[in-house]
């Protein structure tokens, strides 16, 4: 049986083909279109998944779209109803778009299935589960248990901004749900847009922030106090109550109010790109603080109305990796799985194995090894032919080597001696991390790595952390972690032995300070608590980014690297090996690695192209 999911029209557009079950293909659309965070109709990335299944859409057996569009219409009509007349602009602005498109899915889901190929309409059925049962699909389907509590944590669906889930086999059984307004993942965001970042991208650099808050500052109880006292009621059950005299997402066009929350907190909304603040970090570290009680509340909600030994997680706010590191301490369960792609994206393959196991009924075959997802190693990949053919269109230079063996032995010398590499393997990733395949790495023992790669690679904000990958094998020697984290969504501590004593006066230190001070022996990978966003390298999954790292350590004696996704600042995760090569060239990046295929950056010819990637990609 053959059905290809969609997710659309909201931010990370994707698609994905399941085969009896199985994810064959899943790739986001911004990765073809270039286009961060693309929402449109995801017609590359279906036309690359029915070329890697060998399918065309008229042998599908049904094409499965995320969420239901008209239950989500209802929602908009009753929320403008129920604070009416407030948001009169803003119903003005979303319902001729709703009327023009989203009212009539269903055909326009047709008519833009006619862009990716010629087929029969009579044979398409299409299929629309809800948004939060396509989430909890892509966590229990691809998991390796058979049964677990699943929870769901994000913006908004139709209706539900969290659920409680139990997955018993091919079943899912729906036991709580929160609803909108209410919602954990736009109040985060709500705080995201206060402390100048953009909203559905920036919220990870919020997370990245609260680490740079004072503990010891009275300015932490401050607003943790009034977060809880005046913008959110948290009951026991992990349930939520915003009071929304002080946002303006449920009929505006901001997130909250500016003038409120500046009377709340004593400071206004922070300017994009402005310099920040300690009270702004302060601010990140309490909205971070009151996140992880919330989640944790929930998780052991789901606990007691499930029993279950087993969590899988999945929405957006599952993407918030020091959470799941706390939760994961709490040892609520005994073993946590989130789904890698947890955002929007994820809903594709989630709505496809949705419709496979509840509306086909087929029975589920429990996953072996880590789960079902492949290492998240389910986009494109690309041929020698393709390497030399990209290759010849720049002039480019390079040297070959005939085995791989060779290519790691070399690029593991390269890293040891300082250098940034670009890093590009076999298939992509699916998700918003890179794990291996579409990498930048480098050195996590070199002083300056976390600053050369944040201010002449990425481009940057400096504060914004770097995460290991590490041999599953030797993760206990580098971090206090019991579990594997193949995905990069849990944060835990550096191991105490490999830490470098601070100074007493280290929490009042400014910013750029705190940041440059060696706090381990991995300086590059360790924020400034002492945490890391750890990836574990399985050979199964991934046996080249393995061997590149075990080669590393045969060199070194340290079976750990940074990485980094390969993009700058703006831009989606490469693509192809042509995305690659101008990375490399509008960089200060050192070497490209494309398969068996090794460009030094000083032997290039002239990059006579447009080499300031601020005029093509918008800031995310």
């Known amino acids: ?20 079950g199985e994810i064959i293909a899943a790739a986001q659309e911004e990765r073809f279109t270039r286009k961060k965070h693309d929402e449109g109709f995801p ?34 009509l009753e929320t403008y109803y129920a604070f009416s007349p407030k948001g009169f602009r803003s119903f ?34 299409l299929l629309f589960p809800e948004h939060h049962l396509s989430h909890t699909a892509s966590a229990f389907y691809p998991s390796p248990f058979e049964e677990s509590a699943i929870l769901t944590i994000d913006g908004v669906g139709e209706w539900a901004t969290a659920s409680i889930c139990h997955g018993t086999g091919k079943d899912i059984k729906i036991l709580k749900e929160l609803r909108f307004p209410h919602s954990l993942g736009l109040l985060y965001s709500a705080v995201t847009y206060y402390a100048g970042f953009k909203v559905n991208s920036g919220e990870y650099k919020l997370m990245g922030l609260a680490p740079y808050g004072d503990p010891t500052s009275t300015n932490i109880k401050k607003y943790v106090d009034v977060i809880k006292n005046t913008l959110i009621e948290i009951k026991e059950d992990g349930s939520i109550w915003l009071n929304q005299d002080y946002f303006n997402y449920a009929v505006g066009l901001r997130m909250a109010k500016d003038d409120k929350w500046n009377e709340l907190f004593g400071f206004p909304r922070r300017e994009s790109e402005s310099e920040l603040q300690q009270h702004h970090c302060d601010f990140a570290l309490a909205i971070q603080m009151v996140t992880e009680e919330v989640v944790i509340k929930m998780a052991k909600e789901a606990k007691r109305l499930t029993g279950s030994k ?37 809903g594709a393959p989630g709505a ?24 998240a190693y389910l986009g494109p990949e690309f041929s020698e032919i393709d390497i030399r053919l990209d290759a010849k269109k720049y002039n480019a230079t390079y040297t070959y080597h005939k085995n791989f063996d ?3 032995k070399e690029v593991a010398k390269l890293i040891a001696d300082g250098n940034v590499i670009g890093w590009f393997q076999d298939r992509m990733e699916f998700g918003p991390r890179a794990l291996g395949n579409r990498s930048i790495i480098g050195d996590a023992r070199n002083e300056e790595m976390q600053k050369k790669l944040n201010l002449k690679i990425k481009y940057r904000e400096s504060f914004r952390p770097f995460a290991p990958s590490v041999l599953a094998e030797d993760v206990k020697e580098y971090f206090d972690i019991d579990s594997n984290s193949p995905y990069m969504l849990i944060v835990q501590p550096v191991k105490e032995s490999r830490r470098q004593p601070l100074p007493a006066n280290f929490s009042s230190l400014p910013l750029k300070e705190k940041l440059y001070y060696k706090r381990s022996d991995l300086p590059s990978i360790t924020h400034i608590d002492f945490s890391a ?32 996704s390969f993009n700058v600042r703006g831009e989606p995760i490469v693509c192809t090996p042509e995305d690659a090569y101008k990375c490399l060239m509008r960089t200060e990046m050192d070497y490209l690695v494309v398969g068996n295929f090794i460009f030094d950056k000083r032997t290039q010819p002239e990059w006579k192209e447009k080499t300031n990637w601020r005029e093509e990609y918008q800031l995310d």
């Not at 194995?353 to 589920?364: D, G, Q, S, T, V």
């Open 1 to 20: 049986m053959n059905i290809l999911g969609i997710s659309a029209f909201y931010h990370d557009s994707a698609a994905s083909i399941i085969v009896d």
């Open 43 to 76: 017609v590359l990335a279906i036309q690359f998944c029915l070329k890697q299944s060998g399918l065309t859409i008229d042998k599908l057996d049904a094409v499965v779209f995320y969420d239901k569009p008209l239950l989500k219409f209802e929602r908009l």
């Open 92 to 125: 003005l602005m979303a319902i001729p778009v709703w009327l023009k498109d989203k009212m009539f899915l269903k055909k326009l889901i047709r008519d833009e299935l006619k862009k990716v190929e010629v087929y029969d309409k009579k044979k398409l059925k």
């Open 310 to 346: 087993n969590l899988c997680m999945a929405g957006g706010v599952a993407l918030n990796c020091v959470a799941n590191g706390k939760l994961q301490k709490e040892k609520i369960f005994e073993n946590i799985y989130i789904q890698p792609a947890s955002g929007d994206a994820g």
């Open 352 to 375: 496809a194995l949705a419709a496979y196991h509840i509306y086909f009924n087929k029975e589920r075959k429990v996953a072996k090894g880590l789960d079902g997802m492949s290492g």
């Open 406 to 408: 060779d290519v790691a």
């Open 533 to 564: 966003r750890i990836q574990t390298i399985h050979k199964e999954t991934n046996p080249k980014y393995w061997d590149l790292i075990n080669e590393f350590k045969k060199l070194t004696g340290y079976g750990v690297i940074v990485n980094t």
